[in-house]
């Protein structure tokens, strides 16, 4: 890029331009908004960028270039900053912590007149690129995605109450969503996917409700998904996605959950099935034992009862025979008076 003049509105987005971002636009102190996106644009975000020469900036769009480096932090100094989009590029390191010094996502200041800009631009929100002009000025964005950011999200993130746009997503952050996300009242865009993020869903964020897009999937999230009467209305699985230990709806219970109970219960029965048999085969065989021996060993081993036993069955069998006997001659003497 060449030298340029100080402009109000500096945008040459969509074009094929290389190197660095000029320093002679560091005494611009008209600018309110650079759009250098979608060109080849390479290097550092220049230091001016954040210092008070330009402390009117309420956009600084560089999204798909070559940018290089760590986020400055000069960018918190930019109290009226509203869109801040760095996507698509090669930044490293941590997101700053002081992001929440930009007073514009911050402090609903009613005294704040808003000037109106027929400034058309595109900007990716709620999961699609969508055109804006007259109403540019209602946006709050903050844009990260696509980069190598490292660490973890910083808590102050959640210090932005007015903030309708978050994406964090493709970079190689750590640790957990920040705890305060509920915090966040106007946030309708949460995207924090493809990251390294760990442990449970904050219970806060069930109370966002104006959340309509959000995308936390390819995580390592753990446990179940919070109940809440918002989240409950985005039952889109894809969400939730490739985080093997997160259950819940829309997703399937906790996994282990029904394979522990079924497992269990499975054992639980077949346990109770087996021990029923075994027992049902000692009782037959004690039983025999016990009968056996009761009778069979207690003559074996006490002649007088075994005198008396076979005395016994002697005695029955000729009662037996006798009674017999009796009945064949009596049907006989009938049969010839017949």
């Given at each position: 890029?060449?030298?340029?003049?100080?402009?109000e509105?500096?945008?040459?987005n969509?074009?094929?331009?290389?190197?660095?971002i000029?320093?002679?636009?560091?005494n611009?102190?008209?600018?309110k908004?650079?759009?250098?996106?979608?060109n080849?644009?390479s290097?550092?975000?220049?230091?001016w960028?954040?210092?008070?020469?330009v402390s009117?900036l309420?956009?600084?769009?560089?999204?798909?270039?070559?940018f290089?480096?760590?986020?400055?932090?000069?960018?918190?100094?930019?109290?009226n900053?509203?869109?801040?989009?760095?996507?698509?590029?090669n930044?490293?390191?941590?997101?700053?912590?002081?992001?929440?010094?930009?007073?514009s996502l911050?402090?609903?200041?009613?005294?704040?007149?808003?000037?109106?800009?027929?400034?058309?631009?595109?900007?990716t929100?709620?999961?699609?690129?969508?055109?804006?002009?007259?109403t540019l000025?209602?946006?709050k964005?903050?844009?990260?995605?696509?980069?190598?950011?490292?660490?973890?999200?910083?808590?102050?993130?959640?210090s932005l109450?007015?903030?309708?746009?978050?994406?964090l997503?493709?970079n190689?952050?750590?640790?957990?969503?920040?705890?305060?996300v509920?915090?966040?009242?106007?946030?309708?865009?949460?995207?924090?996917?493809?990251?390294?993020?760990?442990?449970?869903?904050?219970?806060?964020?069930?109370s966002?409700?104006?959340?309509?897009?959000?995308?936390?999937?390819?995580?390592?999230?753990?446990?179940?998904?919070?109940?809440?009467?918002?989240?409950?209305?985005?039952?889109?699985?894809s969400?939730y996605?490739?985080?093997?230990?997160?259950?819940?709806?829309?997703?399937?219970?906790?996994p282990?959950d029904?394979?522990?109970t079924?497992?269990?219960?499975?054992h639980?029965?077949?346990?109770?099935?087996d021990?029923?048999?075994l027992?049902?085969?000692?009782?037959?065989?004690l039983?025999?034992?016990s009968?056996?021996?009761?009778?069979?060993g207690?003559?074996?081993?006490?002649?007088?009862?075994?005198?008396?036993?076979?005395?016994?069955?002697d005695?029955t069998k000729?009662?037996?025979?006798?009674?017999?006997?009796?009945?064949?001659?009596?049907?006989?003497?009938n049969?010839?008076?017949?």
């Amino acid at each position: 890029m060449g030298v340029l003049t100080c402009p109000e509105i500096l945008k040459l987005n969509n074009n094929n331009f290389g190197g660095k971002i000029p320093d002679s636009l560091h005494n611009c102190s008209v600018l309110k908004s650079i759009d250098l996106g979608d060109n080849k644009l390479s290097g550092s975000i220049p230091p001016w960028i954040g210092g008070s020469n330009v402390s009117m900036l309420y956009m600084l769009r560089l999204r798909s270039n070559f940018f290089t480096g760590q986020i400055p932090i000069q960018l918190c100094n930019l109290g009226n900053l509203r869109i801040l989009d760095l996507s698509h590029n090669n930044f490293s390191g941590a997101i700053p912590k002081c992001f929440n010094s930009l007073t514009s996502l911050v402090r609903d200041d009613s005294n704040e007149s808003y000037r109106i800009y027929n400034e058309q631009t595109v900007l990716t929100l709620k999961g699609e690129e969508l055109v804006y002009n007259t109403t540019l000025m209602l946006v709050k964005s903050i844009d990260l995605s696509l980069n190598f950011l490292e660490g973890e999200v910083p808590q102050e993130i959640g210090s932005l109450t007015l903030l309708g746009t978050l994406n964090l997503s493709r970079n190689q952050l750590i640790g957990n969503i920040f705890s305060i996300v509920g915090s966040m009242h106007r946030l309708e865009t949460l995207h924090l996917s493809h990251n390294h993020l760990s442990g449970h869903i904050p219970q806060s964020l069930a109370s966002l409700t104006f959340l309509s897009h959000l995308n936390l999937s390819y995580n390592n999230l753990v446990g179940r998904i919070p109940l809440g009467s918002q989240l409950q209305t985005l039952d889109d699985s894809s969400i939730y996605m490739d985080n093997p230990s997160l259950g819940g709806v829309p997703l399937p219970k906790c996994p282990g959950d029904d394979t522990f109970t079924a497992t269990n219960a499975k054992h639980s029965n077949e346990d109770g099935n087996d021990n029923g048999v075994l027992w049902l085969y000692v009782s037959m065989i004690l039983g025999f034992i016990s009968g056996f021996w009761g009778v069979c060993g207690t003559l074996l081993l006490k002649q007088s009862w075994r005198y008396a036993y076979f005395r016994f069955f002697d005695d029955t069998k000729d009662k037996v025979t006798l009674a017999i006997a009796l009945r064949v001659a009596r049907l006989q003497r009938n049969f010839c008076h017949v």
